[in-house]
């Protein structure tokens, strides 16, 4: 069984059409890219997977069961569609210590560790009002993977990230693929795209792959 499934979804925006009639079903431990020029609808679909925004018509299934009203947010999913909105005047740290107490499964220790892993600094008292717009996407990022989250949803991970970061995290939704976990994700760099195991690409409101 496929985790994600899309079935037959059309989705319309005042009446104009964005996405019709597309299918697509997502497995386990691949890297899958979604690409198509700006407001073609990549982060609408993604919106549509999470049950942030809900289909006009069609279905999504998570493991089998349908994204609706009663079932919204996927469990055990990490997601990057808008950039969080972080506590302005407390510290990276700290604002990832207040997105952890929601579910209460990880220790400080584990913070930590995944603020090392994208270069960010857990002991740093900068505020993230001081952060950088790179540094405020690291920190994006270790919300969506510091749970060990098994299947991220990452609409332009690379953004306003410096060419070593870039790599950095390159290697580490590489080294996520090796362990079983599941990654769709949007840019418009190919060099990113290239990481992807299959590649999609919204075109006349359809889904084709690439």
Not at 51 to 61: A, E, M, R, T
């Amino acid at each position: 069984m496929s985790i994600i499934s899309i079935k037959n979804v059309t989705k319309n925006f005042k009446k104009n059409p964005l996405l019709e009639n597309i299918n697509l079903d997502i497995d386990k431990g691949k890297i899958y890219g979604i690409i198509g020029p700006n407001g073609s609808g990549k982060s609408v679909l993604f919106k549509m997977i999470c049950g942030f925004l809900f289909p006009d018509k069609g279905d999504i299934l998570i493991h089998g069961e349908k994204i609706g009203k009663k079932e919204r947010f996927p469990d055990n999913f990490g997601v990057i569609i808008e950039r969080p909105g972080y506590i302005a005047n407390k510290t990276g740290f700290q604002n990832l210590k207040e997105l952890s107490l929601i579910r209460g499964t990880i220790e400080d220790r584990q913070i930590s560790k995944t603020m090392k892993l994208v270069g960010l600094d857990p002991n740093s008292s900068q505020k993230v009002k001081n952060f950088s717009l790179g540094m405020k996407q690291k920190l994006a990022i270790c919300q969506a993977i510091m749970e060990e989250q098994q299947v991220l949803i990452l609409d332009e991970p690379f953004n306003a990230l410096d060419i070593d970061s870039v790599k950095r995290i390159r290697e580490l939704l590489l080294k996520f693929k090796d362990e079983g976990r599941t990654i769709l994700l949007t840019s418009h760099n190919q060099e990113d795209i290239n990481i992807c195991d299959i590649v999609y690409r919204i075109n006349g409101y359809q889904l084709e792959q690439a």
